[in-house]
């Protein structure tokens, strides 16, 4: 939080004199490639996964849950197959690009 308060200071000095009373810290649910991970699992059956959303959940979560349930209901999901599938946890993440938490 101080480094964070620093950087804020150095970009927008009149942030000086503001009193942080809260600050909200959590998990960051993120693939190891950035995109969600949504859709069927080999095993068990019958699990679904909508995962993954790096903290964009209010914005995607919408559609993917609708995906999903196109995908559960009727065996296939509203946008392109190839699409859908960019977003399987299936996928492979060997070039994944990590980003650093530095």
Do not use: T
């Not at 991970?37 to 964009?56: D, S």
């Not at 960019?86 to 938490?101: C, I, Q, T, V």
């Amino acid at each position: 939080m101080e480094g964070l308060a620093r950087r804020m200071i150095s970009l927008l000095p009149r942030l000086k004199s503001i009193l942080v009373r809260r600050v909200w810290r959590g998990l960051y649910p993120m693939s190891p490639d950035g995109l969600p991970i949504c859709g069927k699992v080999q095993e068990p059956e019958g699990l679904y996964l909508a995962a993954g959303l790096c903290g964009q959940g209010f914005m995607l979560g919408p559609g993917l849950g609708k995906n999903l349930a196109s995908l559960i209901l009727r065996g296939r999901p509203l946008i392109e197959p190839a699409a859908f599938a960019s977003m399987s946890f299936h996928r492979d993440f060997g070039g994944a690009k990590k980003e650093s938490l530095k």
